[in-house]
């Protein structure tokens, strides 16, 4: 179906996916920040604010929020990442117009009470401890640290405990003043029902947002010249390892080619890694390769948790693979059975009101536009063994490298010598 796109003259976007076929409706409503737009001594803000809009609003309490949702078989929820912020309610078509009000209810009468800001500071805080006592979560964001160093896309999403403790009423409210305008906001709908009706109804919403001014982040400048590692000793079962490579951004055409290459590697159990690491060597229960993408860049990452003792075979044992798909054109029944996986798996989710509403919202955020269908697909179908080939040149390279350990500690001078090598 067309997807159907309205800007509203105070600069909020409305994007539509009619899906007659479905018997519900996802509803989105999507705020252009996220930890990226915080500084070092607010980070965490963004994440926080999204929990406190469940907290309240001056017509609902918390429980009432979930409840009139609940009640009806429905779905309300939030996620916060490095670029967006998104609210999002999935309910029977019948239920929609409850779902539309009660999302802006929360974004336009949020209570932000100091009293639930303290409360939720603890919450978050162990939110937070909760990651960190799990290795393969805490390697990440070592391994972000080390890619990004000092530049936000190097911070939490969460925060840390000080600047947690550090939020209040005040920088709430003006952070929100600031990120939650009208030129910010996109609301997505995928589902049953008509887009004229839904225009109508949340268009008096609309009307009351926060005019306020489109809000911008510091891009990044890639500066890294030699490969880079951190390390920390941990008396644990396993050791958890993160690589990760300077890569392409979500806007950039290549970025299906490198998506293909991921799938090559590591991104299913016919992959060369799951199949060496895993299958052949019995090294690690798993192993993946994916792409973590931002609007101005991005990262190849592979990540897996090995017994201590297989720490340096296993690092070993990817490198030869990466060095591998350098050096000799994948297989053409290889491309072709990447290529009708990463097909088969956008065609299988879309599916699904949800995921077509957060593509749509994704979409609109990243491009100003819904990327159509068909213009994904051909991009995949045309990618040739040549590309890939050079894609996996053009990304693994020595002095575009990190990699991130907690666990067994290898000998500095085997890691450097290895990466180096690439």
């Given at each position: 179906m067309e997807i159907k796109n309205v800007e509203f003259p105070n600069g909020a976007r409305f994007s539509f996916n009619p899906m007659p076929a479905m018997t519900s409706v996802a509803i989105g409503i999507w705020v252009k920040t996220g930890s990226r737009y915080e500084t070092k001594e607010n980070?965490?803000?963004?994440?926080?604010l999204e929990h406190l809009l469940f907290k309240g609003t001056k017509t609902r309490s918390a429980l009432q929020l979930s409840q009139e949702i609940e009640g009806i078989g429905g779905v309300l929820n939030g996620f916060t990442s490095e670029e967006y912020t998104c609210y999002y309610v999935k309910v029977l078509k019948n239920h929609f117009h409850k779902a539309v009000d009660i999302l802006f209810d929360m974004i336009l009468n949020p209570l932000l009470k100091p009293k639930d800001i303290e409360k939720e500071k603890?919450?978050?805080?162990?939110?937070?401890?909760?990651?960190?006592?799990?290795?393969?979560?805490?390697?990440?964001?070592?391994?972000?640290?080390?890619?990004?160093?000092s530049h936000p896309l190097g911070r939490r999403i969460l925060g840390t405990p000080d600047t947690i403790r550090a939020v209040n009423k005040k920088s709430i409210t003006q952070y929100m003043k600031n990120n939650y305008s009208s030129p910010n906001i996109v609301v997505a709908v995928?589902?049953?029902?008509?887009?004229?009706?839904?225009?109508?109804?949340?268009?008096?919403?609309?009307?009351?947002?926060?005019?306020?001014?489109?809000?911008?982040?510091?891009?990044y400048?890639?500066?890294?010249?030699?490969?880079?590692?951190?390390?920390?000793?941990?008396?644990?079962?396993?050791?958890?390892?993160?690589?990760?490579?300077?890569?392409?951004?979500?806007?950039?055409?290549?970025?299906?080619?490198?998506?293909?290459?991921?799938?090559?590697?590591?991104?299913?159990?016919?992959?060369?890694?799951?199949?060496?690491?895993?299958?052949?060597?019995?090294?690690?229960?798993?192993?993946?390769?994916?792409?973590?993408?931002?609007?101005?860049?991005?990262?190849?990452?592979?990540?897996?948790?090995?017994?201590?003792e297989n720490t340096s075979q296993a690092i070993e044992l990817i490198i030869k693979e990466v060095k591998k798909i350098k050096k000799n054109s994948v297989e053409k029944n290889e491309l072709v059975h990447a290529k009708e996986y990463v097909i088969g798996q956008i065609m299988l989710s879309l599916e699904n009101t949800k995921n077509n509403m957060i593509q749509i919202g994704d979409n609109i955020l990243t491009f100003g536009k819904v990327i159509p269908l068909k213009e994904t697909l051909h991009a995949l179908k045309n990618i040739s063994r040549e590309e890939i080939l050079e894609t996996a040149n053009d990304i693994f390279k020595p002095e575009s490298v990190n990699l991130a350990l907690v666990g067994s500690v290898p000998q500095k001078k085997f890691l450097e010598d290895i990466l180096t090598s690439i």
């Open positions: 980070n965490g803000i963004s994440h926080f603890g919450i978050i805080i162990e939110e937070l401890n909760m990651y960190l006592d799990m290795p393969s979560h805490y390697v990440d964001d070592m391994l972000s640290e080390l890619m990004w160093h995928a589902g049953n029902y008509s887009f004229k009706r839904i225009k109508d109804m949340i268009h008096p919403y609309i009307e009351k947002l926060n005019p306020g001014k489109i809000t911008n982040f510091d891009g400048k890639k500066s890294q010249k030699k490969p880079s590692m951190k390390m920390e000793k941990a008396k644990k079962e396993q050791t958890h390892l993160a690589i990760g490579f300077k890569a392409y951004s979500r806007v950039d055409k290549r970025r299906y080619r490198a998506k293909l290459l991921s799938v090559i590697l590591g991104g299913n159990m016919s992959s060369r890694l799951f199949q060496q690491i895993r299958e052949k060597h019995s090294l690690a229960y798993a192993i993946h390769a994916h792409l973590n993408q931002h609007v101005d860049t991005g990262a190849f990452e592979i990540q897996t948790g090995i017994k201590n």
